[in-house]
């Protein structure tokens, strides 16, 4: 999640860091280099009914709406302040915990840039934007559940769209998405100074 | 929200159909659904449509 306003790649992910970077004070994760990405990979593969967990502004979600072969772009969040931008942007918003309230194979495509940045509990700082940022000590708190119920939702030959970091792990996230029953392959990647992003193309093995 | 969403989403909690309530729509009667609720026809949870945005979050994640 480097900004593409800084090309120094000084961020070590500390609070402060990101707070000097990012703007905190927003409670709305805004795009950078992650969500790009993401959006290019939709471009690629996105079709049909698409849902975007973690919506965040709704700008991947906007950009995915217009792609050929996309009949329509659900958002969902957590955060009532990400869901509010995201309408705002005309996409259909729904607050939501991962993909809770959606029905068994709702959706040809299902995105997801989640938060991904190991985090040291201690140092937790408990608002909107660690939500959007803080994947817990391992990196990987909101990606296994994620793994774990996104394949029900999933139409039978959709794809599940998801953005990995290395600082995540990305192995780990390939080995857990085959344990939940996933062909995983790399769409796209693109290295930065301090992490290599790739955004996974999974699809069910049946 | 669309009416339509009625298609795509459940209750959060058992994953029964929910029923629509509508409070508020904004123009006629095809469109957007801006206050309401939503009903799970198994549980009986509610969950409020507000300013066009149906809250599915499980009761105990409803706070903040």
């Known amino acids: 999640m480097p900004n593409e306003a800084d090309g120094s790649g000084e961020d070590d992910g500390t609070r402060d860091a990101l707070a000097a970077r990012r703007g905190l004070d927003d409670p709305v994760y805004a795009p950078a280099e992650d969500s790009g990405l993401l959006a290019e990979a939709a471009a690629e593969r996105a079709r049909g009914v698409v849902l975007e967990v973690g919506t965040g502004s709704g700008w991947v979600a906007e ?74 000590e391992s990196g990987r708190e909101l990606i296994e559940p994620f793994l774990e119920d996104v394949g029900r939702v999933l139409a039978p030959s959709g794809t599940v769209l998801l953005l990995v970091s290395s600082l995540t792990g990305f192995g780990e996230v390939v080995e857990h998405a085959v344990d939940c029953g996933f062909r995983a392959e790399t769409v796209v990647e693109e290295s930065f100074p301090y992490e290599t992003l790739s955004v996974l193309a999974l699809s069910l093995d049946n | 929200m669309k009416e339509s969403l009625l298609d795509i989403v459940c209750c959060p909690l058992d994953k029964h159909d929910l029923e629509l309530s509508v409070d508020e729509r904004d123009g006629e009667d095809d469109g957007e659904i801006l206050s309401g609720t939503l009903t799970c026809t198994d549980c009986g949870e509610e969950y409020p449509i507000e300013d066009g945005i149906p809250n599915l979050l499980p009761p105990d994640m409803r706070e903040a």
Not at chain 1, 67 to 74: I, N
Not at chain 1, 86 to 93: P, T
Not at chain 1, 117 to 125: M, S
């Open chain 1, 63 to 136: 950009r995915t709406a217009e792609v050929e072969g996309v009949s329509r772009v659900l958002g969902s969040d957590v955060n009532p302040h990400a869901c509010r931008r995201a309408r705002e942007r005309g996409v259909e918003a729904v607050r939501a915990s991962l993909v809770d309230p959606f029905r068994d194979r709702a959706f040809d495509t299902v995105l997801f840039n989640p938060p991904y940045l190991p985090t040291d509990p201690d140092a937790e700082w408990g608002d909107w934007q660690e939500a959007a940022l803080s994947g817990g």
